[in-house]
């Protein structure tokens, strides 16, 4: 028995001395490997596979500044007028085609107001393909406010606060802008201008205590802000 247990002491003893050697030579396996000189890399330079530092850098130059937004300037009869019930704004702003080109606002509006609620308001968008367009724009605001405010004081609409019907107000309507239109003609003769280089639109308002008057030739489109905020084509 002595012997046999002397045997497998030996044996247990022989197993521990070999499992410790094992266990050494796996820790020593899994060490880090230490950083060698070939091995170090500088991450900010990674782009180039050997970085050279620059002695002497140059400064980053400085942002060119933006350029300066575009002066708006605004048509000389720009105004706003509260009278009665009614806030009348009205400008001519040129816009960036024309600024680019050289050209001058070929817009033009006017109001007026006459009395007892009744006032005229004139628009006239010059055309962009006509050379002097700004001008028969002015001549449509200037006449329009002119011969409307005549015909309201004849036919005594205003004095009697009462509206003519579609048929008469589109009678004397048409009547007073072919006038127009012959002042223009006569005026290119004048100066000697083709008629068609002083083509403009024309956009007619006038508010009454009663409604709306609204006349137009070409293609702009009138309208109106309600009391409630909502806008309304006429």
């Given amino acids: 028995d002595k012997y046999i247990w002397r045997k497998i002491m030996k044996k247990l003893s022989k197993f521990v001395e070999n499992h410790k050697s094992n266990e050494c030579e796996v820790n020593d396996s899994i060490k ?3 950083p060698t000189e070939s091995t170090v890399v500088d991450t ?4 180039h596979p050997n970085p050279v530092t620059n002695p002497d850098p140059k400064p980053e130059p400085d942002p060119e500044p ?4 575009p002066t708006i300037t605004l048509n000389p009869t720009t105004f706003a007028v509260d009278k009665d019930n009614w806030s009348v704004i009205g400008t001519s702003v040129i816009g960036n085609s024309h600024i680019s080109m050289k050209l001058p606002c070929q817009d033009n509006c006017k109001y007026e107001y006459i009395g007892d609620g009744w006032g005229i308001a004139v628009t006239s968008d010059g055309a962009g393909s006509a050379k002097r367009s700004e001008i028969g724009s ?4 200037e006449r329009a406010v002119l011969h409307f405010k005549q015909l309201i004081e004849e036919q005594g609409w205003r004095k009697n606060n009462e509206l003519p019907t ?3 107000w589109t009678k004397y309507a048409y009547t007073i802008l072919h006038k127009i239109y012959q002042e223009i003609v006569a005026f290119s003769k004048t100066k000697e201008l083709a008629c068609k280089d002083l083509s403009a639109t024309a956009i007619v308002i006038i508010h009454t205590p009663k409604g709306l ?3 137009h030739i070409g293609d702009g489109r009138a309208g109106f802000r309600s009391a409630t905020g909502e806008w309304k084509a006429v």
């Fill in 138 to 141: 002015k001549i449509v605001v």
């Fill in 166 to 168: 579609d048929a008469i």
């Fill in 32 to 34: 880090p490997a230490e």
């Fill in 44 to 47: 900010s330079q990674t782009s």
């Fill in 213 to 215: 008057l609204c006349s």
């Fill in 66 to 69: 933006l350029p300066e937004p």
